[in-house]
Every structure is written in C-alpha cells, then in structure tokens.
C-alpha cells in the first residue's frame, strides 16, 4: 500500500472510530465535499453512453471522454456538458448595523472544467487559489483504489456503480444505522432495497456546497464552517434495456436542506451545453410546457462527416416540488374539476377602488379572506418586503415575487415571457390554459387537484384502491398494523412510515408540481457564465423566462424548476430524464418521454427480466462455437414469478448491433432485432405474446427445447463477431405485461477498451496453425457390464479445456423400478464421471439420463446419454427361428402376491428331445409349488453363455407331453415358463414370465419341437455393473505437418485495394480509421518480416501464439516507425527456423 493510500485510509478509519456509535447523520454530517474526490462513472447501460461526475456534471471533460453518445457505440454524440444549478435568495444581516440584505447564491456544478472563475463553464472558484466554490463531492463514497482488472491493467477510479463492485467503497458512510448490517459493507446501495439490483446500470454519488466561500452567508448556525446553501445533494443515475425506456437516463436528485437557515425561494436548474451531431455550430431548442419537456435538436439533420438522421435531446422534468399555496393547478391534472381558467386577462393591470372586493392572503398559512378595499389601504408583507396598496392604485402582478400583487387571491399568475413587438410579438405564459381557484366565486373550492399536497391524508387522484392498496401504515400487506382492511386510505404524513400505497407519501401525482419554469436557449453559449450567480438567478433559470430558437446556432439552453422552499432537514426530490430520439419533430421524444415518466410514477416497477447468462465463445476454422449457463433459468420475478421461457442468440460485425435486422413498431422506430437463433421451452408455450408494444408482439418461440451450446457454422475467418445470448420471459398476458429480455451490453472506448455485460463476448474465426490437429476423445471401452442397451455420445464443446491423456471413467448405480404393471423392473438410478488421471469427480450422480437432458460441460466435452427408463422386452428384437411357431408372450412375472423382477439381460430358449435340461423347484406362492421335472428345452443367458434356472407350471396337459412347453392342445391354455436368477448373490428372485401368446392359435401356427430356438431381447438401462473408460487428446501440433505444410501461408486480402471488409468500426470522427491485413495459416511460431521493393525492411513481426488454432496475424499496416504505409508491392518473409521458411509478396493498391 503507497504512502497516499495508507493516509487516505488511515483517514476514514479515524472517521468511523469516532462516529462508531453514531447514526449515518452524525457520520456524513461529519463529512463534507472535497474536490480532491472529483471523479467520472460512464453509463452505457442502454442505447445511451456518457461519461459523469460526481460533481453534479453530465458530458465530457477531456476530449477523449464521450458525452451523451446515441446510439451506443455509434460514435454519434450530442452533449458537451449538461450541470445541474441550485440557487437561492437569502438574508444577509450585517451584525455592525444590523441591516438586512437579500442576495442571491448559486451551488453549481463544474462544467467541462473546474477551478477558472473566468471560463464560462467553469463553475465558480476562487480567483486566487482556484478552490472549488461549487457543489464538490462528498468523500468515502467511491473506491478509491480500485486495484487492477482481469488483464493486470491498473482500473480508473469510478463513482460508485452497481455493475462494477470494485467501484463501491468499503463501508457506505450514510447506512450506519442499519442494526442488523452497519455500513453495508460489501453490498450495493441500492435505491429499492440493499444488494438488490433493479436497474441494469445504477450510479450513486453524494455532493454539498460546503465549500462555497464566495458571500458571507452562514447557512448552518451550529457549523460555521459550513457554507453555500447548507445543501447536500444525493445523487442517483438508472438507466434500464428494456425496449420502453432503452433511450432514456434518468437522473434523480434529492436535495436535502442541511443546515439551520430557512429557506422560502431556491430555484433548480440545469444547464444543457449540446454538441448535437459533434457540429454544435447549428443547435436549436424548444420547449413543450404541458409535458415538462425541453429538447434541443441539429438544424440541417447532418451531423459531422455527414451522418444522418441526427437525432433530439431530451430534457424532461419527471418529479420537482409542489406549489400548494399558489391557487393555481401548476400540473394540469385538474381540468376536469371546477375553477376558473387563467388567461391573459386574469393578470392585466386593473385599479381596485375603494370597497372593491380583493382578497387577502395570510403569508403565515396562505389562508385568503374575501374581503373589501379599504379607505387606508392594505399592506402586504412577505420575504423581508412591504407593500402598501391604496384605494385607486392601479395593481399588476409581479413576476417570481412568490407574492399576489394584483389582490386576486393568485401567486404568480404571470410568469412567464414576451419577445418581440408588434406583429412580431411571442408570447410565453406558465399558466395560461391552467385551472386557478376564483377566490371571489369559489369557483375551484372544491377541486382537491388545485393545489394538492402530500400531507394533507387525502386521495387527491383517486387512484387508492381497496382491494389492492388497503395494507396499513407501513405500507406491507397482511402485518396486522394500523389502517389494514380498514377500507379507506391512511396515510403516512407526519410519521415515519410510508402509508398505504397511491396516498400522499407514496403518491407521485399527488403534489401538484411546478415542473418545468424555464426554458432559456441562448446564443453565444458563454453570456450566461456558471460562475455569475446574479446573471444565473435574474435570467438564467428566471420562472417563466420561455423562448425557443427553431433556427440554429452555437447555443446552450438552461431549464429551471423554481420558485419553492427548504426548510431545514427538508428533501426536494428532482426527477429528469435525459432522453434522445429521432425527429425532426418531437412525436417519438414525447412518446419515449411518457414511457419513461410511467415508469417513474410506478416506481421503476418493471416486470425483471431473467437473470443475464455468461457466455464464453471458442474460435475455430469457419466456426464459432458459444457456451452459456443456466443461470438465467433461476430467475424469480417480483410480479410473476419463474417466467424464463427462452434465450436468443445475436450476431453482428458491428458493436452497436447495427447490421442485424431492425424491427420496427407502429410508429415506425427500431424497437427490436431479429435474432440469430432462439430456443425456448418445449412446454407448449409458442408463436407471439399476446401483449404487445407499440404493435410489435415478442415472439416466444416454436417449442424447440433449451439448450446451453451453439455451434454457428456461418462465419467467415479473418471477421471479428460479437455475439450476444439473451435469457427472455413469457410476460403475464393476463396482467398486461409483455415479454422482457436482458440486454446485450457493450461499450468500446475509443483507445479500444471493451466494457461488456456477461451474456456478451467477441470472437474471430481463423484458420488453424500449420500442422494442427484438433482435440478428440476416444475409447469408450467397457472395462465391465457394457451390455445396455443404451448408448453413450459426446461432443467437444470447448478444445480449449480438452485435458491431454487423461483418462475418464463413467459408473452407474441402479435400483428398482415399480412399473404401471405393478411390477419391478430393474432402471438406472444415477451416473457419475471422474477424472482417473486427477482423481476429480466431474459429475456426481446425475439423474439426468435421457437424451433429451443436457448433460452439462466438463473438461471442455459434453457426454450424450440415451438411456431406457426402465427394462422392458425388446419386442421387435425377439423373435423364433420358425414364424410358423406360436408367438411367444413374455412379461415380468407376476402371481397372486408373488411379484417378479425384470432382469436387464438376453436370453436364448433352445428345444430339443424332453431331458435336454430339467426345471428347478420353485414355490411361486405360499400354496403353489412347481416341481422340478425334465423338459425339452433349455435356457441361456445370451451374452455370457450360462444357464439359467427356471421353473415351468404346466396348464397345457396331454398324455405323452409331460415336461414339453406347449400351448393350445386344449384348444385354450398355454404353459408358462417363469426365469429364477440372481439379483445379487444372496437374493434369488423371480424375472421373466413366459407364455405363448392367444391369438397365433391358429392352422398356421405349431408349437416349437427339437432344433427350434427362441432369441428374447430385452431393452437394458445402465445398470451398476456398466463401467465405461475413455481418454482425451488436447489440441497439438505435428512438427513433420508444419514441414510439408508451409506453401500454404498467404495473406489476406490480397491485393488489398482501399480496405479491408472486416476492418474494425472507426472509433474517430474523421479520418479512415484502423487498417488490417491478415497472414493466415501459420506456424504457432515464426518470425514475419516485411520490406518494400528496394528491399527496405518495413515491419517485422513475431508470432507466438499460445492458442495452436490461432493461425493468423493481424497486421495494422503501420511500418515498424508507426507510419501508415504507402501504397505498392510488398515482399513478406516467414522465418519458421527448423520448421521451414516461406516467401510471398502482395500489392496494396490505391
């Protein structure tokens, strides 16, 4: 551990000492934001890549970062940064003078850089030192040593995200008051329950503005150190695959007031530096006020290098504060209900003359009074100001002053802008179109969705539900608390308790909230610099302040959500999705935005799709062969239990997906891709879903069984592939939820780096190297037993884990099997598999035993087991030598309550004179006893050749055939031969019962005599006597092969003329990008060495690969100077040393 490290820890081990005993309050009220902390996280867990900071900064800092990439891996990128702003309005006493003064503060976030007041996107700082004057993160809540990756590479240090556990901290500074688990350590903090990962990627980060120095406000009179706001952000990013919300990030930011200072008017904002189609020179904005939506979008629709369509941007405000005191029905969910709506002319100046009816508000409860002008006058006093209205002054409202200045009851009715004039006028209002309270009708009193609150233990919506939603106070069903099956809501305002479901605390819709304020696109991006608190406060982010640019420019558009209060130990709550769709008009952006927003009001509550299955991919020559586990198989969802139905396989050149087939929805976007290959259940579930989404029904498949293997024989050498296997569900048609599938994870930096889920792998098929000869196992050999029926396969699955002569041994346990007969029979009760040569058991009595279980893989090969489920007669493999012989009826045997034992062996019944043999005595039940007489015919085991006892009970009785087996002489009855053998040495039991069979009683059938011979198979199961040895040959090559083989090394392609079909995407902007040429069919090591046709030496090249099926070489076509070569003939030359050489040239042609 460095010197740094051991300070650093030593740090927190001094922290966690001394708050031991402590709750997480007192522990994270110790810690504070530290720009020495500043860190990125990249989220790419859906069709969205972008780099973050736990600064409060979404986009790109250094250039080689991504920000706002969509869709992923396109290189298509849209934002340059996109910070979030918090400002507030707040007293300043001079303790000389005792005056008091309202200033403005800002606690940003840094933009694309930090620490340089006098850039414009730099947040603020001091101008001497460069101290951060700006949100900062707070420490602890990210590894800080993240260590080294699987490859040995030392890791970047990350915000904490849920798919990268070794981003995650030690302990989790804010979960010490969990008795049971303090500290989480080793867990993830997730937003819906401890470990749980609902989110395919989820970030977590914590920041205040503990830092910023710049006024001399004291927001926390019990820490005078503390400075800025007193405001401690909690910071969480989700981003989901499924097909509904796969275009969306959402952002969610909980403020918390920390400090002692009242807060009555902050703002919220974020500012959206585009960069959309990497040109920014031509980027315009708009707003949609009724879906709390701002978008910003590329004029021409041409991004840089000429790609097109460029797609929108998307702001979209899911969740901010509520205005309960305004009279006005901020949200718009209560059209339907009464009230008066608010135009142009509810807020025109007017004159109020004496004994006119005006309305008074009480700023203490915001209760109105109904009442008359009076000849003195009224004062109106709110937030450190004073109004005098007198009789015939002429009254109009006054925006974001948070007070009625016109005297109808109505708080700033008039928000909003006006550009232009005459003719050329716009207007923006907030509220014109909205329901408001008519405080001198009472129209509206008794519309519970104008101004709606969370604690008010109303269901303002009416979306409660008894039958689903009546569980209590603590909001779990059937805990027997207080309010369950009481019949109507209870709340959980004012406690600590969450309240039933759809009831103030746990109801979204139930504040009516201000959402989006302000839209203010801007050209040039710098006139609004993130460090200018007073410029940020007075236009900015102002309440109403709406414009839109339709034409584009160099533009950066700030959104706000204000104005509203924080009291002290207070959380705001602020829900934005960063969305991207394609236009040019905004119908898909709304769409994706409605979906996004459905999903947060129902809490993220998506059916779970199945677990993601790990997969791993062998190369081979034109082959690729994939292997998955069954991981996926076990999941549970939440709301409809073990609903695995299948997997599909996914192939593309292209990281991105983007050369497989689209399929598109009614609306004409990609929603889903075709697959490669699915395989589901064979469990009569098939064809489509019944649910659909927008249109588009998920197929589930044609019954065709699960398999954990693919071989795709489909391939091309020299062409890198990436696949992907997906586990998918059934959905619940009944409950209307569709099929959900997991997603198929990839990101590529642009220095190559590859971050990818576990269902995702890639893979180039090459030829072989000279003188290969692939893995194989061989043998089989019964070394006992050996007589099943059954049969024994395997397959190599992976030559890459084939164990070089080692030596396998198959063994099986039988038992007893009771039939639909009523009888036993012996079967197969398990199988095993060791590894003689290591003495490791591969598989432990597996009961899996018939060729349709899949056998899992081991050591690199898979066994294929077909096995018979239990003994029975092989009907068709028995059979007499004459036809004309009555045909034979054989079953266990079976007698009053004497039951026999199927035996899995073959027989051989042989006639000749009466003594051949003689039956042995047997007593088939308590009364019955056959005795031992001489007969003609005798019985073998036909495998080994040794006589087997019998008894025979004689029903077909004539004078002169005693002791003959016969039938039918009584034109009825038959003679029945019942088999006596060995179950183990010490247990005799009754097998085989046979008889001749009615209905062959005819002229054209005879009884067997001297020289007839019965042949009786039965179907034999693996019994505990079957053991089976078999020897593995790993991957090798033969020196004397390389030899004879070496004319046919040759490269590819060749000539070479522009480029190369299976050359890589180009990761950059501009230019051709990386270059291949392939030298295929090599030695495993040999030394290649280029030249040009002076004969320079151009490049030379060792290959020594420790895959001997690897035969090729990729050159990148740069010299050995790192310089693109020219174009030409080229001489190569193979050194192979003892094992030969090879000569060849080929042409690079413009």
């Known amino acids: 551990m460095n010197k ?3 300070r650093c820890a030593a740090a927190l081990m001094v922290i966690l000492l001394a708050v031991m005993n402590a709750s997480s309050q007192v522990v994270i009220d110790r810690l504070h934001g530290d720009q020495t902390w500043s860190m990125n996280g990249l989220h790419s867990g859906n069709q969205i890549r972008t780099h973050f900071y736990n600064d409060g900064m979404i986009g790109d800092r250094p250039d080689e970062e991504i920000g706002g990439e969509w869709p992923i891996n396109s290189g298509y990128e849209y934002l340059s940064k996109a910070t979030c702003v918090i400002g507030a309005e707040v007293e300043v006493r001079d303790d000389t003078t005792g005056s008091v003064e309202r200033i403005v503060i800002f606690s940003e976030g840094n933009g694309s850089l930090g620490g340089d007041p006098s850039n414009q996107t730099s947040g603020d700082a001091d101008p001497n030192t460069g101290a951060w004057w700006t949100m900062c993160p707070v420490p602890f809540f990210a590894n800080q040593f993240p260590g080294t990756d699987e490859n040995g590479k030392e890791r970047n240090k990350s915000v904490a995200m849920s798919h990268w556990p070794w981003s995650w901290p030690n302990v989790w500074p804010d979960k010490f008051d969990d008795v049971v688990d303090p500290v989480w350590a080793g867990s993830w903090i997730g937003y819906f329950v401890k470990i749980i990962l609902n989110a395919d990627q989820e970030s977590y980060y914590v920041m205040d503005d503990y830092n910023n120095r710049e006024f001399p406000f004291y927001p926390d009179s019990t820490d005078l150190d503390r400075r800025g706001l007193g405001i401690r952000a909690t910071v969480r990013q989700f981003q989901w695959s499924n097909v509904l919300v796969e275009d969306c990030l959402f952002l969610l930011y909980d403020a918390m ?36 939506l701002g978008y910003q979008f590329d004029e021409d629709n041409i991004g840089t290098g000429g790609w097109t369509p460029v797609g929108l941007l998307g702001w979209a405000f899911f969740e901010s504060p509520g205005n309960p005191t305004d009279g006005i029905d901020n949200d718009g969910d209560g059209t339907m209900g009464s009230g008066m709506v608010i135009s142009e002319d509810t807020f025109a100046p007017k004159t109020v003359n004496l004994g006119d009816d005006i309305v008074l508000i009480n700023y203490k409860n915001f209760e109105r009074t109904l009442t008359k002008m009076p000849a003195e006058g009224v004062r109106v006093t709110y937030l ?11 009254l109009e409202e006054i925006q974001d002053d948070l007070i009625d200045n016109n005297l109808n009851g109505l708080i700033d009715e008039s928000n909003g802008s006006i550009f232009g004039d005459g003719a050329n006028t716009i207007s923006y209002f907030l509220y014109v179109g909205l329901k408001a309270i008519d405080y001198f009708t009472g129209n509206g009193n008794d519309n519970i969705l ?41 709340s959980g305002a004012g406690t600590l308790l969450p309240g039933e479901p759809h009831i103030d605390k746990t109801d979204i819709d139930e504040s009516d909230m201000i959402g989006l304020t302000s839209f203010n696109i801007h050209e040039p991006w710098t006139i609004y610099p993130l460090s200018q608190d007073q410029i940020l406060w007075d236009e900015a982010v102002r309440p109403g302040f709406l414009n839109e640019r339709l034409s584009g420019g160099n533009t950066d558009v700030f959104l706000g959500s204000g104005y509203f209060p924080l009291q002290p130990g207070e959380i705001e709550r602020f829900s934005i999705g960063m969305l991207f769709a394609y236009g040019p008009e905004p119908a898909e952006l709304i769409r994706n935005k409605q979906y996004a927003e459905k999903t947060y009001l129902e809490n993220y509550n998506f059916a779970k799709a199945p677990n993601i299955p790990t997969l791993k991919a062998v190369a081979g020559d034109k082959r690729v062969t994939l292997i998955w586990d069954d991981y996926a198989e076990q999941s549970v969802d939440p709301i409809l239990g073990k609903d695995f139905q299948g997997y599909r396989i996914y192939r593309s050149t292209d990281p991105a997906w983007k050369d497989m087939d689209q399929i598109t929805d009614g609306y004409g976007s990609v929603t889903l891709q075709k697959p490669l290959v699915q395989f589901d259940l064979s469990d009569g579930i098939s064809g489509y879903s019944g649910i659909d989404v927008n249109g588009v029904l998920f197929y589930l498949g044609d019954d065709t069984g699960i398999v954990h293997s693919y071989v795709d024989t489909t391939v091309r050498n020299g062409q890198l592939y990436y696949y992907a296997v997906t586990a998918y569900d059934r959905g619940g048609d009944s409950l209307g939820i569709a099929p959900t599938e997991t997603s198929k994870y990839i990101s590529i930096a642009t220095d190559g780096t590859i971050d990818k889920g576990n269902n995702v792998t890639f893979v180039r098929p090459e030829a072989p190297s000279l003188g290969f000869s692939e893995a194989d196992l061989s043998g089989f050999i019964p070394v006992s037993g050996g007589r099943s029926t059954g049969k024994i396969g395997y397959e190599i699955i992976d030559p890459t884990l084939i164990k070089d002569d080692h030596q396998y041994q198959i063994s099986f346990e039988d038992t007893l099997l009771l039939n639909d007969a009523g009888v036993f029979a012996q079967a197969t009760k398990n199988m095993s ?27 690199g090969f898979r066994l294929k087991i077909s096995n018979p489920s239990a003994t029975v007669l092989w009907a068709d493999s028995t059979y007499w030598n004459d036809a004309a012989i009555y045909a034979p009826s054989i079953s266990i045997f079976r007698y009053s309550k004497t039951l026999g034992i199927g035996m899995a062996r073959d027989y051989v019944i042989e006639f000749g004179d009466t003594g051949i043999d003689t039956s042995t005595v047997v007593d088939i039940s308590t009364t019955r006893r056959l005795p031992a007489i001489p007969v003609n015919f005798t019985i073998k085991n036909l495998q080994t050749g040794d006589p087997v006892d019998f008894g025979i009970w004689e029903k077909d009785v004539l004078p002169g055939e005693e002791g003959m087996f016969t039938a039918f002489s009584d034109k009825t009855r038959s ?24 209905t062959t009683n005819d002229s054209l059938h005879r009884n067997p005599r001297a020289g007839d011979k019965l042949i009786m198979r039965i179907v034999k199961p693996f ?12 991957r090798s090559v033969d020196a004397q092969l390389v030899k004879e083989q070496m004319e046919k090394v040759r490269v590819v392609p060749n000539p070479y003329v522009v480029s190369n079909s299976w050359e890589p995407l180009n990761p950059y902007t501009n230019g051709r990008g990386p270059r291949e040429l392939h030298f295929v069919h090599l030695p495993a090591q040999c030394t290649i060495r280029i030249f040009n046709i002076r ?13 001997v099926a690897d035969g090729t070489e990729i050159w990148d076509m740069l010299s050995k100077d790192q310089l693109e070569i020219a174009y030409g003939i080229y001489i190569y030359y193979i050194d192979g040393g003892e094992l030969g050489e090879k000569t060849g040239k080929f042409a690079v042609i413009k």
């Open 4 to 6: 740094t490290r051991k």
């Open 257 to 292: 007031n920390i400090g002692t200072y009242k807060h009555d008017k902050i703002v919220f904002g974020l500012v959206s530096g585009p960069n959309i189609g990497i040109d920014s020179e031509d980027d315009g904005g708009a707003f949609i006020l009724q879906e709390n």
């Open 384 to 394: 450190g100001r004073e109004y005098h209205i007198k009789p015939g002054d002429s």
């Open 450 to 490: 104008i101004d709606e609150r969370r604690d008010d233990t109303i269901d303002n919506d009416s979306d409660w539900s008894l039958l689903t939603d009546d569980v209590g106070l603590d909001g779990v069903p059937r805990s027997g608390d207080p309010g369950e099956g009481d019949g109507v809501p209870t």
């Open 833 to 859: 598999v060791v590894d003689k040569t290591s003495g490791v058991i591969l598989i432990d009595r597996t009961t899996k035993l018939t060729l349709t279980d899949e056998q899992p893989v081991t050591d």
């Open 975 to 998: 003679d029945q031969v019942v088999l006596v053998e060995k179950l183990r040495p010490d247990t005799t039991v009754f097998s085989w019962s046979i008889e001749f069979n009615s």
């Open 1023 to 1034: 019994l505990a006597h079957d053991v089976y040895e078999f020897t593995a040959t790993g």
């Open 1095 to 1107: 004969g320079q030496l151009v490049r030379e090249i060792e290959h020594n690969t420790p895959d």
